[in-house]
């Protein structure tokens, strides 16, 4: 069954360093998103993105995060200077243009921010 | 007033029973439902869903959207120790919009 793929599945890094976070959507998927948790707090959502621009973001979302579609398969996001508080799981999403909004999350980038 | 509550619990029931899992929401223009299923640092899994009000089954799980009381529920029966977990209830306006996720319940199903 496909599936999306996260990478890396940890990452640690020093404040104020810029760090990517990569994933592959499900193949025949148009729609990508990104959301965070942070520890012990609910899925939020962060940045959508369709035929290669952002169609929505979140308040979260300011100048030093930004996404990228590079190729045919990868999705990215990308934090310039990293600050204590992004410590938090990443999930990648993609879904569908069947209809419906049924979304499938990645198993998630464990961001520790030092 | 939040816009998705969800009782966190944790909620233990005894293996085999029946599991109700409740949501209420705030905007009444949410068109789009699901339960997902969160396992401890994974991501969250797609387990149900429904478009507007109504029921759906799948297997043991069974998903009900009352848009009049602003009301959703995840039934489980026959509960098996693999269904511990966070239940995360999430809506969206529409299609291929934002997910916003209640909090998550979690649910122990003991031995």
């Known amino acids: 069954e496909p599936e999306v793929t996260q990478t890396p599945s940890h990452q640690v890094t020093q404040m104020g360093q810029e760090v990517i976070l990569r994933c592959v959507p499900i193949s025949n998927h148009l729609y990508f998103y990104w959301y965070r948790q942070i520890l012990g707090q609910k899925v939020e959502f962060l940045v959508s993105f369709y035929n290669n621009e952002i169609s929505e973001k979140s308040e979260i979302f300011d100048d030093q995060f930004s996404v990228e579609r590079p190729d045919g398969s990868n999705f990215t996001l990308k934090i310039r200077s990293t600050k204590l508080e992004d410590s938090a799981m990443y999930f990648c999403?993609?879904?569908?243009?069947?209809?419906?909004?049924?979304?499938?999350f990645g198993p998630g980038t464990r961001l520790t921010v030092l | 007033q939040k816009e998705v509550e969800q009782d966190p619990g944790p909620l233990s029931v005894p293996e085999g029973a029946i599991v109700s899992l409740n949501c209420t929401y705030s905007?009444?223009?949410?068109?789009?439902f699901m339960w997902y299923r969160q396992y401890s640092r994974k991501g969250p899994e797609l387990l149900m869903y429904t478009y507007s009000s109504g029921n759906k089954e799948d297997g043991r799980f069974t998903a009900q959207v009352d848009k009049s009381s602003k009301y959703i529920s995840l039934f489980i029966r026959d509960s098996q120790p693999s269904d511990s977990a966070t239940y995360l209830c999430?809506?969206?306006?529409?299609?291929?919009?934002?997910?916003?996720f209640g909090k998550g319940t979690r649910l122990h199903i003991l031995p």
């Open positions: 999430a809506m969206s306006l529409y299609r291929d919009d934002k997910i916003i």
């Open positions: 905007n009444s223009a949410f068109q789009y």
């Open positions: 999403a993609s879904s569908p243009t069947s209809g419906s909004n049924e979304q499938f």
